[in-house]
């Protein structure tokens, strides 16, 4: 783990905040330099057939991943759940950019599950600009893969100038974000290609995080032991997903290649797994692509006729929904792709094609059933990128 001081800095606040902020101000220079050059929207634009590429080691990879993240920081994450439990916790804020947004989506029901209080996933910069809380009992756990990224500094910077409690969460040992936080925990991934570990491995760590608090605050080992053997079964159950759905996924990807808008819905921490699902699309291919609360799919037209939609439908109180929805979006001349347990009651509605993943604890799907979606980017982004005998490898 890495960590900054628990206390206020010896050379005092306001240098600290000083130091901070001429931090901050390097991490918005890089942003400026990055953001003058204009993102390619050419289908064979060769920097991102070469981060896609990158991309499927990274996904092959995350069992490791996860198992190095949950075994390596294990002692970190429990001296920081000590930490943090000195006084009680009563709201937490989970604040991120971009996929680090999405990570906290996905983890959000966990968290409240196990902690018992509020925890509100918010954007960095609203938290950061508009939303921050006064109550000195709240935490803020900020994520951000390559620890520089300005919004979350900025939001972390000002729950600690607050008095609030602060963990910074990045898969970059230099990370800058530490020596902001209160706390510093590292992820084991890498983030070569598009993310894919560096947001699972993530995950796996909020939910450690999440069972150690619990721990710290008197939950029995007994509550808790359903969680942690779920979680540690992710990286079998993702090698396993990898092993069994690359051939169907590719076959989607070919059916699909023409496609110039994909959607993806999911209600709880589905939401989370739908973003991620657009997200893939919209960094290894110039397609777009868009994420939908369950309920909202059908309050508007929201899938036209000729659109693909991928519903993520574990065991959970929204399956019925899920069923609505592949009936609405057939009706509406779409087509729709389910990823559903094995043993999930949608087996017998009719769809375009089921990708049937393990039935699990819902709270940690995101997890694994993120993992398709990444394979089905990563296929699309070698065939739009015209590498198609690459795309039907396994």
């Not at 509550?223 to 979680?231: F, K, P």
């Not at 309920?295 to 069923?323: C, D, K, T, W």
């Amino acid at each position: 783990m890495a960590e900054s001081s628990r206390k206020q800095p010896a050379a005092g606040r306001a240098t600290f905040e000083a130091d901070s902020l001429e931090l901050i101000a390097q991490m918005a220079a890089k942003d400026r330099a990055r953001e003058e050059k204009p993102l390619s929207q050419d289908a064979h634009d060769p920097d991102r057939l070469r981060r896609v590429r990158l991309t499927r080691g990274e996904i092959a990879d995350q069992p490791r991943c996860i198992e190095e993240t949950l075994r390596d920081e294990r002692s970190a994450i429990q001296m920081a759940a000590s930490v943090l439990t000195r006084r009680p916790i009563t709201h937490a804020y989970l604040v991120g950019c971009g996929d680090s947004l999405a990570v906290m989506l996905a983890m959000r029901g966990l968290l409240e599950q196990l902690l018992r209080i509020p925890c509100q996933p918010i954007q960095a910069l609203e938290y950061a600009y508009y939303y921050r809380p006064a109550d000195p009992e709240a935490l803020v756990v900020g994520l951000t893969s390559t620890g520089w990224t300005t919004k979350v500094a900025e939001a972390i910077l000002a729950a600690r100038m607050a008095g609030l409690r602060t963990v910074a969460l990045s898969n970059n040992a230099n990370a800058a974000i530490f020596s902001i936080a209160e706390i510093g925990l590292l992820v084991h991934a890498r983030r070569d290609g598009y993310p894919t570990q560096s947001s699972t491995a993530a995950m796996a760590l909020m939910a450690q995080l999440a069972i150690e608090l619990a721990r710290e605050q008197g939950m029995s080992d007994h509550d808790i032991a359903s969680y942690q053997r779920g979680l540690d079964g992710t990286p079998s159950q993702i090698h396993d997903v990898i092993e069994r759905h690359s051939k169907s996924v590719a076959d989607i990807a070919m059916r699909e290649v023409e496609a110039p808008l994909f959607l993806f819905a999911g209600g709880g921490p589905s939401f989370a797994t739908a973003t991620i699902g657009a997200a893939k699309i919209k960094e290894c291919t110039p397609r777009h692509a868009i994420a939908i609360e369950i309920e909202e799919y059908h309050h508007y037209l929201s899938q036209r006729a000729g659109e693909p939609l991928f519903l993520i439908a574990p065991s959970g109180p929204s399956v019925r929904r899920a069923a609505d929805s592949m009936r609405v979006g057939r009706a509406n001349g779409g087509r729709v792709y389910g990823l559903v347990p094995q043993d999930s009651e949608l087996l017998s509605t009719p769809s375009d094609g089921l990708l049937q993943l393990p039935t699990m604890e819902e709270l940690l799907t995101p997890l694994v059933y993120s993992v398709p979606l990444q394979l089905l980017a990563y296929k699309l982004g070698i065939l739009i990128g015209g590498a198609e005998e690459e795309a039907a490898k396994p």
